[in-house]
């Protein structure tokens, strides 16, 4: 069941790996304001 429902929402395996640049997803304290925080994160660790 899982495994067809991946398939029709087209799920896939998160791209992150040490070194890479994302950017963090913060709380909106108001509507105006950025859902991302605007200076980017470099991966150091996996868990």
């Known amino acids: ?3 067809e429902y991946d398939e029709r ?3 896939r395996e998160p791209q992150i790996e040490v070194g890479v640049r994302v ?3 913060t709380e909106q304290t108001k509507k105006s304001d950025s859902r991302w925080d605007p200076e980017p994160y470099t991966v150091t660790d996996m868990k």
């Open 23 to 25: 950017l963090v997803k």
């Open 1 to 3: 069941m899982k495994r």
């Open 9 to 11: 929402m087209r799920v």
